[in-house]
């Protein structure tokens, strides 16, 4: 073992003591970690003045009480949270999770993430993230709404344009958004366009800023792939979920030439053989807000599966865009046993360590979420710029930011894997990259 591996293995093992029980986290700073070591050997001042232990604690946690009236008058109990991580290099920016499976490991995790993923953007945020662990399936929108405002009661006093600006992930979208800045905006008599991101078109919100994280996955797929001689142009797509990542990933796949044969849902997924029609599948997942199985009562050829993984598919390209751990060691060696060549992440940490390592091992191009999904909030840091300015820009002169962003994050993610003699693990660029810029506004702005 050298020093290094030492000093990094007892950072980790006191984060395991003092953050128990929150498993997610301790997998997203242990790939980091991992990472560090490289740029710790070369430039061990990265360890000075405590950085590595500071930037594995939130700068602030906030764990509140969201008490709720159903429609049938009983009062719920859910728990919020937001915690924010690094506002370093901005304010904190970073989406709102409403989902059962939400607490405080996972929104460290996501937070943690999203320090790295914001960085890489290179525009100017801070990284953080928040939410609950109310269900939104099968509530009305009534009792939505009636959530999102007691959530806000709480969360307003914590956020501002200057200092932390939610938007959406899973569960959290327009609509969603749009309950939560009523509340805010009544709660402050302000209307402060900047504090969330995510809105709706005529008051303050961005064009492309619904499609970015898919769209963003597959720039930064396309270059990857440009990278190695080859392009989407009849490739064989599968992508996970039917969410709003998904959705757009689907359609920007298919827009450059790909056939994208499969999709799913936490029910199970779907077979299209021939492509998917994008406005069917929106149709069913945005406005009926329906299972995928009913997408194949409308079509013909396609099939639904829910006895099996969707990872059991043959493809070209396998885009995760469901949600964290849903692509096991297991699934990674079917994707590469049947012929998988490039793996980009739309959703967060959706790969296990074990399927990163067997990709890594057979050669697989792999983009980490980090990279590939950092299209959503790069879009939000444009929402902000359009708000700070009172602007609003054209759909094309946005979507040619995005692609630009996402053409910059690629070209440094491989560049920086390169120059630590690790060319073409971008796991290891992306990391590398979205630290030092960090670490380097860190150290400079002192031991706070
Ligand atoms: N939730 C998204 C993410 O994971 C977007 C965050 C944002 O737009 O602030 O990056």
């Known amino acids: 073992m ?4 030492e ?10 003591q003092r953050n128990a029980g929150e498993p997610e986290f301790h997998q997203a700073v242990r790939e980091v970690l991992d990472s560090l070591k490289i740029v710790l050997e070369k430039d061990p001042h990265y360890a000075d003045y405590g950085l590595i232990q500071r930037l594995c604690e939130p700068e602030r946690q906030v764990i509140f009480r969201v008490p709720w009236v159903s429609d049938n008058n009983n009062v719920h109990v859910s728990r919020g949270f937001r915690v924010q991580f690094n506002s370093a290099l901005g304010p904190y920016k970073g989406g ?28 100017p945020i801070g990284g953080g993230k928040g939410g609950s662990d109310f269900n939104p399936k099968g509530r009305s929108e009534g009792e939505i709404m009636r959530f999102c405002q007691s959530f806000m009661t709480e969360l307003h006093r914590h956020i501002g344009e200057q200092t932390d600006v939610p938007a959406g992930d899973i569960g959290v979208g327009k609509r969603e958004i749009g309950f939560l800045f009523g509340q805010y905006r009544r709660l402050t008599n302000r209307h402060e366009s900047g504090v969330l991101t995510g809105k709706g078109l005529s008051w303050g919100g961005s064009l492309v800023r619904t499609e970015a994280t898919g ?7 396309k270059e990857m792939m440009k990278e190695h ?10 992508v996970s979920g039917s969410g709003n990542v998904a959705v757009y990933a689907i359609e920007k796949a298919q827009e450059l030439g790909a056939t994208v044969v499969g999709f799913s849902d936490s029910s199970g997924w779907v077979h299209t053989p021939n492509g998917v029609d994008v406005e069917l599948l929106r149709d069913i997942k945005e406005n009926r807000r329906e299972r995928v199985s009913a997408y194949v009562e409308e079509t013909t050829g396609d099939t639904f599966h829910s006895d099996s993984s969707i990872w059991s598919l043959a493809a070209d390209v396998a885009l995760p865009c469901a949600t964290q751990n849903e692509l096991t060691g297991e699934h990674a060696r079917t994707l590469v046993d049947n012929g998988v060549k490039y793996v980009a992440e739309g959703a967060n940490m959706p790969s296990t360590p074990e399927a990163i390592e067997v990709f890594r091992e057979k050669g697989v191009c792999f983009a980490p979420g980090k990279a590939a999904n950092a299209g959503g909030v790069a879009t939000s840091a444009l929402e902000m710029q359009q708000n700070a300015t009172r602007d609003s820009w054209s759909f094309d002169y946005t979507d040619e930011r995005l692609h630009q962003i996402m053409s910059n994050i690629f070209r440094v993610t491989a560049d920086t894997a390169a120059e630590y003699d690790h060319e073409g693990n971008y796991v290891i660029g992306a990391n590398i990259a979205g630290f030092r810029k960090v670490a380097d506004a860190m150290l400079a702005q002192g031991v706070i």
């Not at 050298?2 to 591996?5: A, E, I, L, P």
């Not at 769209?215 to 797929?221: A, Q, R, S």
């Not at 001689?229 to 599968?238: N, R």
């Open 2 to 5: 050298t020093q290094v591996d």
């Open 7 to 16: 000093q990094v293995t007892e950072y980790y093992n006191k984060l395991l």
């Open 96 to 123: 709102l999770r409403f989902h059962p499976s939400v607490n405080l490991g996972i929104i460290k995790f996501l937070g943690f993430e999203q320090i790295f993923k914001n960085s890489l953007t290179g525009l």
């Open 215 to 221: 769209y963003g996955c597959v720039y930064l797929t």
């Open 229 to 238: 001689g080859e392009s989407l142009d009849g490739a064989e797509v599968i």
